[in-house]
């Protein structure tokens, strides 16, 4: 109650009239015991300014919930709600990854990644593996608190505009702000040596090897990681690959240092934190024994979905006419983002 309360406060007294109708929908949604919370949060982040967004909403916000449900793992899986559980996980993965792929607002897709992130660790709680689930926790803050910091800075500096479609060919302009997002991007894919690396392959393995994981929990989770990389290749392709939209120059401001020297400090967190949070945590070596199909199952959809997408997207280019725009396509972080 008293983070809505602060949130609530300052999103009503820093922004306009619109902000209202979302702290009414909030407060409401709260007193039924947080069933909207997948409405809830993407009205919140979207009506709230960036440094609230940054701080509140992507880590103490969702950290406090979470947390408490750490604490209190044992006594959940004593009882009957590990289904529950399963199922309440699953499906928000995989509801937030589709909402996203269809979604324009650009800190909404932010939100949105930010619910399928806590389903994914209610999921790792269902597994049991609290450390786990606590190590995602820490790294999740920081990731979602560069995303927001450079979402903050792209939309101040095209009028606090928000509409993905309307972006593009950013590099040019704020090109520190855009290297910041590709680190992000690689890390919430699990590349090597980035936070995420420590961590992804772990829990999809641990999903993988657990009993109670029947077979179409097993296809649901695979499916959401592809809509994962889907939505994160489209939000790349609309900032940095649109060639089309050009009108935007003439209001772009400079980069500011300060907010610069800020990313630099979250960004070599991200790079480190991993590692540091692996020694600290993880004392013991973890060897887990999976069949060697599981284990390729993954690989084999993103193949895939490298054709199919290939495919679609040259088709759809031939028939408006649009290859040299559609060769920018970054087919490539498909694949390493999946590996």
């Known amino acids: 109650d008293g ?12 922004h306009n009239y619109t902000s209202y109708n979302s702290a009414i929908v909030t407060v409401l949604c709260n007193r039924l015991e947080d069933v909207g919370i997948l409405i809830t949060l993407r009205l919140i982040i979207t009506e709230a300014p960036t440094p609230v967004s940054a701080l509140v909403h992507s880590s103490t916000l969702v950290t406090a919930g979470v947390y408490l449900i750490i604490r209190f793992q044992k006594f959940l899986m004593s009882t009957n ?21 269809f979604e324009n607002d650009f800190k909404k897709i932010i939100a949105l990644s930010t619910l399928r992130q806590l389903g994914l660790i209610i999921m790792i709680l269902r597994i049991g593996q609290c450390i786990l689930a606590f190590y995602h926790l820490l790294t999740h803050a920081i990731f979602k608190s560069i995303l927001f910091m450079a979402a903050g800075t792209i939309i101040h500096s095209i009028s606090n505009n928000q509409d993905i479609r309307m972006l593009g060919n950013l590099n040019e302009s704020i090109p520190f702000t855009i290297i910041s997002l590709i680190i992000s991007n690689l890390a919430l894919g699990g590349a090597p040596f980035f936070s995420g690396f420590y961590r992804k392959d772990l829990i999809i393995e641990y999903a993988y090897s657990n009993r109670n994981t029947n077979i179409l929990i097993t296809i649901i989770i695979i499916i959401s990681l592809i809509l994962t990389i889907t939505y994160s290749i489209r939000f790349s392709y609309y900032l940095f690959f649109n060639k089309t939209i050009k009108f935007y120059r003439h209001t772009f401001l400079k980069e500011n240092f300060i907010i610069n020297l800020s990313i630099i400090i979250i960004i070599l967190l991200r790079v480190s934190i991993g590692s540091l949070i692996n020694w600290a945590f993880f004392f013991d070596l973890y060897l887990i024994f999976i069949n060697t199909n599981k284990k390729l199952i993954t690989l084999i959809f993103s193949l895939a979905r490298i054709i199919i997408i290939v495919l679609v997207l040259s088709i759809i280019c031939k028939l408006i006419k649009l290859n040299d725009h559609c060769c920018c396509m970054p087919y490539y972080l498909i694949f390493v983002s999946s590996i």
């Open 81 to 101: 709600i590990n289904t529950s559980l399963c199922f309440i996980s699953v499906t928000t993965i995989f509801m937030a990854g589709l909402i996203a792929n």
């Open 3 to 14: 983070l809505g309360i602060t949130s609530y406060c300052l999103i009503i007294y820093y």
